[in-house]
């Protein structure tokens, strides 16, 4: 990811704007019969608000994930088996993040 802090000078408080990527593959386990894959990568574009109080730092991340790949599912690489009719999936979509952390500096 690459980003920057809207208000880099105020030192308790960042207001930070980052894009990326995700990337991964999903995959059916559990079924001898089903060996499919559904590879994924999505471009993220996110914003993290933090706030220091005074060793403390609590902080809020959105993140929008945009999935540019096909949404059908593919057999595995070594699959014998018949290709199943599953329904597409698209993994695009908003994620929210919470936390607090400690600061040790």
């Not at 930070?16 to 999903?26: T, W």
């Not at 599912?73 to 199943?84: A, G, L, N, Y």
């Amino acid at each position: 990811m690459y980003g920057f802090d809207v208000f880099p000078k105020v030192g308790a408080f960042d207001l930070i704007m980052d894009f990326g990527f995700n990337a991964g593959r999903l995959r059916i386990y559990g079924d001898t019969l089903i060996k499919q894959k559904n590879p994924y990568f999505a471009p993220s574009v996110s914003q993290t608000t933090r706030i220091c109080v005074g060793k403390f730092a609590l902080h809020i991340r959105g993140t929008y994930d945009y999935d540019i790949t096909r949404k059908a599912w593919r057999r595995t690489f070594f699959s014998r088996t018949e290709k199943i009719t599953i329904s597409e999936t698209k993994l695009s979509g908003i994620m929210i993040f919470a936390g607090i952390g400690y600061i040790i500096h």
